[in-house]
């Protein structure tokens, strides 16, 4: 059936495919009707942004290809997530890409939504060559210091990945101890495609962990703020004192913790 006089609705339904013939395209350009002008923007419109986003992350991926291009072939991006909060652990992600992955909307965990990581986060955990992450509590947190704590957990998570990684990409911190390649990225979440897989997965494990939290502590609201100092936090915080998750070392709660104990 030529395209001219075929229904709207089965335009429409061609139009939902990502490889549409150009001859095809350029026919129902011609098309007279409003509404099939209306779809042929439509799928221009959704073709710009697929070519924009391959672009994206074409460039996402340039570290890692400098990487291939000098022989290494399995290469990690690690990330952390809960230096800031209050409460709770720091949770150090870390992931290998297949090469020529292609993952849309893979992003600095910052820059998506809650719904856009979950789903990202299953597809990592799906796809990835290997996922890894290393959890460090408040305790230790405690006894030395969160940078210290992120540290731990980066050593820790790469010692995790099977099939071991023959070079790392990681975010701002510098690891001189690694018995592998390394390199560390500032801004790396958004620069680096491991990276900012490593971050989702950092992010989502962390947020379930604090979600559990907030079973056990209700009162706080830990599965709203994640543990960050949120108004609604620091008043709980007034109101209960802190929990066994929360971080001693930070104020306000090294202060309460030093005025009850004088």
Known sequence: ??????????IAQILTSDSVSEETIIQLQQDPRVSVGQLIKKYERRQTAMRLESQRLHTLFRFER???DDGFELIAGVDEAGRGPLAGPVVVGAA???ANFYLPRLNDSKKLSAKQREELYHKLKEKAVATAVSIIDAAVIDEINVYQATIKGMYHVIEQLYPRPHAALIDAVPLPDLRIYSSSIIDGDALSASIAAA???AKVE??????KYDLEFPQY?????????TAEHFAALVKHGPCPIHRRSFDPIKTWVKNHED
């Open 206 to 211: 962390r947020d379930k962990i604090m979600d």
């Open 221 to 229: 609201g830990f599965s709203r703020h994640k543990g960050y100092g």
């Open 96 to 98: 290998i890409l297949p």
């Open 66 to 68: 400098a990487l291939l």
């Open 199 to 201: 971050s989702i997965i």
């Open 1 to 10: 059936m030529e395209v001219g006089q075929m229904k709207v609705s089965q």
